[in-house]
């Protein structure tokens, strides 16, 4: 059946037949939660994997974007006692995690989706910030999508729906992606570049490392395939991209992705850079799309 019913961020004749919505994984439920008044202002939503750094990600817009923000700011977490993500509202930007890899950010995505739906919120951009493997860039580089590809290097997500396979386009809008990119200035430390990124459905193998606990291809295919994916234009690996760009696809949700390199995958497999460089190297991302909000806010 394909769907003619798209409400909102949604694309499901059933949505609107139901009568009340409880978003399990993230705790809120229309019954018990005034969405329209909590969510309906929201435009910008960030995401990232980890719990820590996405309550630093809203610490950090709270202080960069002070002057659209209320006068206290709340960084309780919305969703409670849910134990999976964390989800905090820092005046018209939502910072939430997503955990690891596409299945788990796609459950938080359907439920951000069906919240800023039943919240009435409109013109909402979505932004991945993230880590990855970098391809042949200096570790510390942050990495703007422009196309997210999978492992086959096509700009395809592939679900498994009904018994059946499930081919889903991967777009990204690409006038985001270099104005995302321009908020990178020369008085940064690190460089901002536009480059594809492949998403792998797991950390070793699947990105081709030799130090997991199972590999079966030798140093040279590892080189010979890391290469193909260079020659291809891709410049990291990570693991949520194509699902990102498709599902925000599905739903005309604008998406951009903005990862920091940690490694260069053509020099090392292990993430070997201390930790306080690598909490640094996180907060990237959010530096340069926390500029781009805020060039948004003041021309709106
Ligand atoms: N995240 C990934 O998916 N791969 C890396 O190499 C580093 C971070």
Redesign the pocket.
Known sequence: MDSKSKQGYTDNPHFETMSSDFLYHINISTSSHDLKKLFSDVKFVCIGGSNGRMLNVAKYLAKELSSYMPETVDFTDLTGSSDRFVMYKVGPVLSASHGMGVPSMSILLNEIFKLLTHAGAKDVTIFRL????GLGIKPGTVVVTTEAVNGEIKPVYEQFILGKRCERASVLDQRIAEDVKSCGTSEDDFEVVLGKTMC?GG?YEE?G?LDGAICHYTAEDKFTFLQKLYDSGVRN???ECTGLAALTNQVNMKAAIVCV???N?LENDQ?TTPVEKLHEFEMRPAKIVGRYIKKKLDEA
């Open positions: 993230g880590s990855s493997g792998a950390f990105q490392r690996i990570e693991m390199g940690l490694l995958r993430v």
